[in-house]
């Protein structure tokens, strides 16, 4: 009977790796669909520059159901942010900066794509001959085809647009490492400064709740 019941623990087991390694194998991110800014609840949008940015939180579920990363439990909030221009002349976001500030007065910028691999890929030295996913070294006992799976979703889900085009919309995720801070969400705003027009004048700054005034923002790590 023992016997029996240590092959069932082991079957269970095994069975339960082989779907993690299956998910591991066959998941890739798809990044969501965006809206004209316009059409979301948390944005800001400036008539006169007749530009609009919006966010999206994805720390619960469904959402965060996207990622093949678990950054909730990693304490990284990831945030979806949309801009649209509906103006006849170009932006250029490539110098934005992004800052979230919580109803603590916690200012937290965007982390760049090097600090969410090493956090969420728990790289926290190097080896003597260590394995590289981009740019950067990993442990010797990381297991390099799950790296690269996180890096390469990190890369793909990371707002990079340089320029918004007259009359179009990008969008991309923004991370925040909110580990230590209380109360990230609720009553929180994401700031976006660095915004030019076509003639390289800065727009008016972004002011952007992170959940509806109507409403109770979901909890984050």
């Known amino acids: 009977m023992l016997f029996r019941r240590a092959c069932l623990r ?7 790796a082989l779907c993690a390694l299956t998910l591991w194998g066959f998941k890739d991110f798809v990044p969501p669909r965006a809206e004209n800014a316009n059409t979301y609840a948390c944005k800001d949008a400036h008539p006169t520059e007749k530009v609009t940015a919006a966010i999206e939180l994805y720390n619960t579920a469904p959402k965060d159901d996207i990622f093949i990363t678990p950054y909730n439990q990693e304490g990284i909030l ?10 006849d002349q170009p932006i250029t976001v490539n110098n934005m900066l992004a800052q979230l500030v919580t109803a603590g007065r916690a200012k937290l910028e965007a982390l760049t794509t090097d600090d969410i691999f090493r956090r969420v890929a728990h790289i926290s030295g190097s080896s003597t001959s260590p394995q590289r996913v981009g740019p950067i070294p ?13 890096y390469q979703e990190i890369l793909a889900a990371n707002f990079a647009a340089e320029a918004v085009e007259p009359h179009t919309t990008r969008s991309g ?19 976006l400064t660095g915004l030019r027009d076509a003639g390289g004048n800065d727009l008016m700054y972004f002011e952007i709740p992170a959940v509806p005034a109507h409403a109770s923002g979901p909890s984050a790590p």
């Open 10 to 16: 082991l079957a269970v087991g095994l069975t339960v």
């Open 173 to 191: 995720f923004l991370f925040f490492d909110v580990a230590d801070v209380k109360q990230p969400v609720e009553g929180a705003h994401i700031y």
């Open 138 to 150: 990993l442990p010797g006992n990381t297991k390099n085809k799950k790296a690269q799976k996180q």
């Open 78 to 87: 990831p945030v979806f942010l949309i801009i649209s221009n509906d103006g």
